[in-house]
């Protein structure tokens, strides 16, 4: 198990970027998929992307692709999550989300394959 710490959430207007950290405890974060997703008021749990193990290569949902990159670092056990192009759409509540190991990409992208959590981190787009 890990501890997942988000950050970097804020207020920014229509076009502008932000960068959300996802901090780890633990070890063996390097063995661990990590999952970001979002949820707006009154919405379900969007799935943004995940980071996968081994290899490490990405996978995005269709409303971010080409606008955001995931990102990670091992030694600092910390993800990454860029968000260029910013739209008010956009505006949710961010949680990163790991669990060790691999499976297909089906399982990446619903959020009751990860076991491990963070708070969440609010992110406002202004128009």
Do not use: H
């Not at 229509?14 to 780890?24: D, H, N, P, T």
């Not at 997703?37 to 009154?42: V, Y």
């Not at 192009?85 to 949710?92: G, M, R």
């Amino acid at each position: 198990q890990v501890q997942l710490v988000e950050s970097g959430g804020g207020l920014v207007q229509a076009g502008g970027s932000l960068r959300l950290s996802c901090a780890a405890s633990g070890r063996t974060f390097s063995v661990y998929a990590v999952g970001w997703f979002r949820q707006a008021p009154g919405k379900e749990r969007e799935f943004v992307g995940v980071i996968r193990w081994p290899g490490y290569s990405t996978y995005y949902g269709d409303s971010v692709k080409g606008r955001f990159t995931i990102s990670r670092d091992n030694a600092k056990n910390t993800a990454y999550l860029q968000m260029n192009s910013l739209k008010p759409e956009d505006t949710a509540v961010y949680y990163c989300a790991a669990r060790k190991g691999y499976s297909g990409t089906y399982y990446y992208t619903d959020s009751r394959w990860y076991d491990n959590w963070g708070q969440g981190t609010q992110v406002t787009v202004s128009s």
